[in-house]
């Protein structure tokens, strides 16, 4: 049987793995399931169509499955998948999708949340991403995997924040960031590479020098976008790791920070 505080409220339509851990005056939803391994401290409210993987921990005052803040909302049953190894600290607001886009808010696996993030509905965010304190998503925000979003940073409706990139703390973003590359909070311009990032992930030399070559082309040879993907697109045939450069300009929704 799960280990569920005597004084949280838990319907019993709720899915909750045996292991689970709910502590005091917690309130989970009957549309809720919450997977093996898993403790929510004290203080939190799931709710909604929510699904929480396998060893996830929520710390306290988190509202988690929320409805979603979007006039459009008319109470659609909507939902919130999150993955598996995820950390989520106090204070934090993760809100379900709607149906003007795929129904869903996404989160994957082994990210680390830190207090008073807000997370708006349809966002999709990857795996091993870390999101500081009071970072904010607008609606319909992808990440990429290993992105880091420093406190206080915030995300545009629509835009998209590639792999490995990061965001530097007080940054106000409005158009896309590509993988790899780092935005200073000074009218978020791009300001380089995240090449410790990369050497931490095992990014060999090689590999770095590739990525601060392809920067080059698509920020200071003076190429218009157009041009600069043409050339990403031959680079990356003998340098994958840029694939996914070119695959983010290729998709991405909004323009590109240049």
């Not at 004290?42 to 979007?70: K, M």
């Not at 204070?91 to 082994?110: E, H, K, P, S, Y």
């Amino acid at each position: 049987m799960a280990n569920i505080h005597p004084t949280a409220v838990v319907d019993s339509a709720a899915e909750i793995a045996d292991d689970v851990e709910i502590g005091a005056w917690s309130v989970i939803g009957p549309k809720v399931t919450i997977g093996a391994g898993s403790w929510i401290g004290p203080h939190v409210i799931i709710t909604g169509r929510t699904t929480l993987g396998r060893n996830n921990r929520v710390f306290q005052f988190n509202s988690i499955g929320e409805a979603p803040q979007d006039k459009k909302y008319a109470g659609e049953d909507t939902e919130l998948v999150i993955g598996d190894g995820n950390l989520i600290r106090e204070f934090c607001t993760l809100n379900r999708g709607t149906v003007q886009d795929d129904g869903a808010t996404r989160i994957g696996n082994d990210n680390w949340i830190m207090a008073y993030v807000h997370v708006a509905h349809d966002c999709v965010i990857g795996d091993h991403v870390i999101m500081g304190n009071n970072a904010s998503l607008a609606g319909h925000v992808t990440i990429g995997d290993w992105a880091i979003l420093s406190g206080f940073s915030q995300i545009h409706q629509f835009c998209d924040i590639g792999a490995h990139s990061f965001i530097s703390f007080n940054s106000l973003v409005n158009r896309s960031v590509p993988p790899y590359v780092t935005v200073s909070p000074d009218k978020s311009r791009p300001r380089g590479v995240n090449t410790e990032g990369l050497r931490r992930r095992g990014y060999t030399p090689e590999q770095v020098q590739n990525v601060r070559r392809a920067y080059r082309v698509l920020y200071r040879s003076g190429h218009t976008l157009e041009r600069a993907r043409a050339e990403l697109a031959e680079m990356a045939k003998d340098a994958p790791e840029l694939q996914i450069v070119v695959d983010f300009i290729d998709h991405a929704d909004r323009s590109i920070i240049r």
